[in-house]
T-cell receptor, first 112, second 113 residues
């Protein structure tokens, strides 16, 4: 069975500082990995995804994530955050022909 | 992103009411999903439709009744709900069932009094 762990429920950070949101997964087969962002009162928007190939994936809004198979991780990073990045971020895993499994989310709080 | 739309965006209903949530996708996808998002809990997959046939029903109470008349539209009919059913209901679509990327609508915020 697949599972996703987002250890940090909330990450406070100052504007223009770097940030890393952690995601670890568990799966016995090859995986597809995703990061979604949810702004207040909105649905989920795809930030980036890893299907295969290069382990460093670049997404929208300056975010990137690195797939690390040995550590079963897919951490999300941004070198310099903006106030507008304040949102809930969800990591998700899919092992193909199975349902997408989400983590519990990490709330990123960017302050001036 | 207007590929998946949902109406209404907000809904308040009593426990004896009957209402319906609507989802429409303009992406030409073959699969559609209903999720429930409650505070402090992971997203819960409720139903999956592939080519208008239900392929998954995750032990959802019968007071939730999905309908998929065609590959572009998905409904969630609600009746005799409970206060604990209050949540954000999200619709999503993907090219095929369980294919790599799901695209989400903005959700319907449901409050059951």
């Amino acid at each position: 069975a697949q599972s996703v762990t987002q250890l940090d429920s909330q990450v406070p950070v100052f504007e223009e500082a770097p940030v890393e949101l952690r995601c670890n997964y568990s799966s016995s087969v090859s995986v597809y990995l995703f990061w979604y962002v949810q702004y207040p009162n909105q649905g989920l928007q795809l930030l980036l995804k890893y299907l295969s190939g290069s382990t460093l994936v670049k997404g929208i809004n300056g975010f990137e994530a690195e797939f690390n198979k040995s550590q079963t991780s897919f951490h999300l990073r941004k070198p310099s955050v903006h106030i507008s990045d304040t949102a809930e971020y969800f990591c998700a895993v899919n092992s193909g022909f199975q349902k997408l499994v989400f983590g519990t989310g990490t709330r990123l709080l960017v302050s001036p | 992103e207007t590929g998946v739309t949902q109406t209404p965006r907000h809904l308040v209903m009593g426990m004896t009411n009957k209402k319906s949530l609507k989802c429409e996708q303009h992406l030409g996808h073959n699969a559609m999903y209903w999720y429930k998002q409650s505070a402090k809990k992971p997203l819960e997959l409720m139903f999956v439709y592939s080519l208008e046939e239900r392929v998954e029903n995750n032990s959802v109470p019968s007071r939730f009744s999905p309908e998929c008349p065609n590959s572009s539209h998905l409904f969630l009919h609600l009746h005799t709900l409970q206060p604990e059913d209050s949540a954000l209901y999200l619709c999503a679509s993907s090219q095929d069932a369980y294919s790599d990327t799901q695209y989400f609508g903005p959700g319907t915020r449901l409050t059951v009094l």
